[in-house]
């Protein structure tokens, strides 16, 4: 491997069937999963949950499952729903179908561009609408308070040491409530427990939640996993003082760096205050930090050179 870049890298130990989240903790400093390692990981795995929906035995634990999340979420009266990390949409888009009072505006964002671009044309396969784009969760390019329903699925998981972070940030963007689906080491099984530390999963979202001072409505094992080795766990968090903070999202993307609002400009995301952009690759955009293009003229540079005739 002393000559390959880890893409290269984890592209061959995937055609060899290997977790590609291993192949780096094994490589690196750390025990937990870096965010690259995610990001390679998944994408890598583009194509797998919709192939997965091609078998009756898992949608017909997909369609129990997304049948009870949008039974709550029709109890909520939910406008707005946002699912984080969403992946292939394979969930997003039966939760949405499921639900009686359709949201007026639904989204999801992934760390994966072909998992988000594929989710797409899944959402759009069972006519749903709902606007996707690349993010990431402790970083998420969207207002305050500023969706009713904020919704995971497996998605915390292998980012084990950032549940801090990443539990404040989607409570942030939250306007009411914030539905956690994870793997639970405390609730769940033996096996479920040896499974989180084989995989580096999350730990302790609930006594993390509690410790931030939200308030935890609801805590107890979610049916319908479809891993018996990886149970899972609802944890239902009420923001305070909710009503007061909500708004509709109408321009919505505010930039991953300064949280300041972005505007379209030429087909792209631009922040006027920290003069970059964020491409909107083949429809998507892509908004995590890391993909800020420095280039603060882009407004004002035009396609051709300026005209040297007298
Ligand atoms: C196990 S899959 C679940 C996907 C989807 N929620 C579902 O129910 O089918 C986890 C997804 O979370 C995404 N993810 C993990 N960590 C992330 C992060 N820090 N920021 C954004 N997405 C993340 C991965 O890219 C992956 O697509």
Redesign the pocket.
């Known amino acids: 491997m002393d000559d390959k870049s880890p893409l290269m890298e984890s592209r061959e130990a995937f055609a060899q069937g290997k977790n590609i989240m291993a192949v780096w903790r094994e490589r690196g400093l750390t025990d937990a999963n870096s965010?690259d390692a995610?990001?390679v990981?998944?994408?890598l795995?583009t194509g797998s949950?919709q192939a997965l929906m091609e078998k009756a035995w898992f949608r017909e634990i997909k369609y129990k499952f997304t049948a009870e999340l949008a039974s709550i979420f029709d109890n909520i009266g939910a406008e707005t729903v946002l699912?984080?990390?969403?992946?292939?949409?394979?969930?997003?888009a039966h939760v949405l179908q499921k639900m009686q009072a359709k949201p007026v505006h639904a989204f999801g964002?992934?760390?994966?561009w072909s998992?988000t671009a594929l989710g797409r044309a899944y959402l759009k396969s069972v006519g749903v609408e709902a606007d996707l784009f690349v993010?990431?969760?402790?970083a998420i390019p969207i207002p305050d308070s500023s969706v009713d329903v904020v919704f995971?699925?497996?998605?915390?998981?292998?980012?084990r040491g950032?549940e801090r972070e990443?539990l404040s940030e989607l409570y942030r963007i939250t306007s009411r409530n914030l539905i956690l689906?994870e793997p639970s080491n405390t609730l769940g099984s033996e096996e479920t427990r040896k499974h989180i530390e084989k995989h580096q999963y999350c730990l302790n979202l609930h006594q993390i939640a509690l410790d931030l001072g939200f308030e935890v409505i609801d805590h107890r094992i979610f049916g319908n996993s479809p891993n018996p080795l990886n149970e899972h766990s609802i944890i239902h968090i009420r923001k305070k003082d909710t009503d007061k903070n909500k708004k509709v999202i109408e321009s919505i993307f505010i930039c991953p760096r300064c949280s300041k609002p972005l505007s379209e400009v030429k087909g792209h995301l631009f922040c006027e205050n920290e003069g970059v952009v964020y491409p909107i690759l083949d429809g998507i955009p892509c908004l995590r930090a890391g993909h800020a293009i420095i280039a603060g003229q882009f407004p004002k540079i035009h396609a051709g050179p300026p005209s040297r005739n007298p």
């Open positions: 965010l995610i990001e990981a998944y994408d795995q949950y699912e984080a990390g969403a992946g292939e949409a394979t969930t997003l964002f992934d760390l994966s998992r993010a990431e969760l402790s995971t699925s497996h998605a915390v998981e292998p980012n950032r990443i689906i």
